[in-house]
């Protein structure tokens, strides 16, 4: 099934370190959203975009929804320890349609 | 709990048997999706329902599963005579999915079933 170009596919960062990852479609979107996923878990949403150019925070993170509605990036300021797990990009076509999803960001924090 | 539950947790099957992996959506949800997630990959769709209503089946690999959500609630995905490329984890999500505001549609996910087919 369809995925999303995300990257990269992994980090290994410092604590304190800003971390930034993105994702790209080919198609457009009208909702982006982004999940954190931790070992033996579900995906846990952390943030969720609705309009093309929305800039939305939520503590540290902050997300965009790209203008041309194909791409959104995350960043996370001062990483932290409880910060390492996978992040994952989904789009979301329109209403209350299936998430497509990126392959994730793994990333590493080192204290 | 006020989250999505998922049972059971992990689930073992021999090539060929039956399996049936519940989902219990958040109280009030109407809509409910399921997605399968192969190891170090994303979620993937493969189906989903509006109250009983299953409105897209598409992304079920093949006839041997099968969804089903009776009373627009608890549903259960069956897959039939497991294969072992079926092993992944199984996760369910819900959302409220009946207005316009684009809230409401925000997906809401469970711990997921852990399938190991040997």
């Known amino acids: 099934g369809q995925q999303l170009n995300q990257s990269p596919q992994s980090m290994f960062i410092q604590e304190g370190e800003d971390v930034s990852m993105n994702c790209t479609s080919s198609?457009?979107?009208?909702?982006w959203l982004w999940y954190k996923q931790d070992p033996g878990e579900g995906p846990v949403l952390l943030i969720a975009l609705y309009k093309a150019g929305e800039l939305t925070s939520n503590g540290r993170l902050t997300a965009q929804f790209g203008i041309t509605r194909k791409d959104s990036f995350l960043n996370i300021s001062a990483s932290i320890p409880s910060d390492v797990g996978i992040y994952f990009c989904?789009?979301?076509?329109?209403?209350?349609?299936?998430?497509?999803f990126g392959k994730g960001t793994r990333l590493s924090v080192i204290a | 709990g006020a989250g999505v539950s998922q049972s059971p947790r992990y689930k073992v099957a021999k090539r060929g048997q039956d399996v049936a992996l519940r989902c219990d959506p958040i109280?009030?949800?109407?809509?409910l999706f399921w997605y399968q997630q192969a190891l170090g990959q994303g979620p993937e769709f493969l189906t989903y329902?509006?109250?009983?209503?299953?409105?897209?089946k598409s992304g079920l690999p093949s006839d041997r599963f099968f969804a089903e959500r009776p009373e627009g609630s608890v549903s259960t995905l069956k897959i039939q005579r497991t294969q072992q490329e079926d092993s992944a984890v199984y996760l369910c999500?819900?959302?409220?999915?009946?207005?316009?505001?684009?809230?409401?549609?925000?997906?809401?996910f469970g711990p997921g079933t852990r399938l190991t087919v040997t």
């Open positions: 109280s009030g949800h109407v809509s």
């Open positions: 329902f509006q109250n009983e209503a299953q409105l897209d």
């Open positions: 999500a819900s959302s409220l999915g009946m207005t316009i505001a684009p809230l409401i549609y925000e997906q809401y």
């Open positions: 198609s457009i979107f009208n909702t």
């Open positions: 989904a789009g979301q076509a329109s209403g209350n349609t299936p998430l497509v």
